[in-house]
């Protein structure tokens, strides 16, 4: 769920100079995002206005929507925090001189004002942190989706629609996960029923002592149906809860 933003928000977040970076295409067939790199020259009533990036966008590009993010900063009770949001916008412009607060004409390019903000980063699957108000337990399950007795349990760290983060405490050899192992694994969200789903783990990041984490990475198999139906539910739930952060004077969350 995204926030709506008022024209107050607006200038709060885009001031001039605010660092952007433009996501062209996150198409899962290259191996790099395009991502270009630009700041705000000023806001008006009906446009973003923002610096023309290098390599510039060309006029093909108008009409086109873009997602556009930035780093925004807060102060919480775990100290100074910083995140990554995102929104999308329509090219209305490509002015190749346009006269910027500081009376210097420069290559632009103008935005429609963004409707919504959500919190995002610079990946092909965005990551969303696990808030503690949405705890999520995860059980491996044999490679046939059968329970397993004793099983140990998985919390998710951060999730995305490509797979998990998962810590667990130290467990002993014929019980530990095994890198690249494929499974299936069984996730409750909330006191809400199960769901399965089949995943590979991908990474190992094991801790030698026994007071500490362990933590695994797991990228999900074939993800539809019911899962993806599940997981996309719960990134709703983690953007309600994370864009309290962006505007906390204005946004009440209702669970």
């Known amino acids: 769920m995204a926030s709506k933003m008022t024209p107050e928000q607006l200038k709060t977040i885009f001031r001039p100079d605010q660092e952007l970076s433009i996501v062209l295409d ?19 009533e009906h446009r973003l206005i923002i610096a023309q990036t290098n ?7 108008v009409k086109r929507e873009l997602e556009v993010t930035l780093l925004i900063s807060r102060i919480s009770e775990g100290g100074y925090v910083i995140k990554r949001i995102g929104f999308k916008s329509t090219v209305l412009d490509l002015p190749e001189k346009l006269e910027t607060t500081r009376q210097v004409a420069l290559p632009a390019i103008c935005l429609t004002l963004p409707q919504s903000v959500y919190p995002t980063d610079l990946r092909f699957h965005p990551r969303y942190d696990l808030p503690s108000l949405l705890p999520i337990e995860v059980m491996q399950c044999s490679q046939t989706g059968v329970s397993m007795p004793q099983s140990p349990i998985y919390r998710v760290q951060n999730l995305s629609e490509g797979g998990m983060l998962l810590s667990y405490r130290m467990l002993p050899p014929a019980k530990a996960p095994v890198m690249g192992e494929v499974a299936y694994f069984s996730c409750g969200v909330d006191k809400r029923s199960p769901f399965q789903v089949q995943a590979q783990i991908v990474r190992l990041r094991p801790l030698d002592r026994m007071d500490l984490l362990n933590f695994m990475a797991i990228k ?3 993800l539809d149906g019911r899962p993806k139906k599940r997981i996309t539910e719960t990134i709703q739930d983690i953007n309600q809860l994370e864009i309290c952060f962006v505007f906390p004077e204005q946004v009440k969350l209702e669970l």
């Open 55 to 61: 390599p510039p966008l060309g006029w093909g590009m």
């Open 220 to 222: 999900f198999l074939g």
């Open 26 to 44: 996150r198409d899962q067939q290259r191996t790099m995002l395009d991502i270009r790199e630009s700041k705000v020259y000023g806001l008006e």
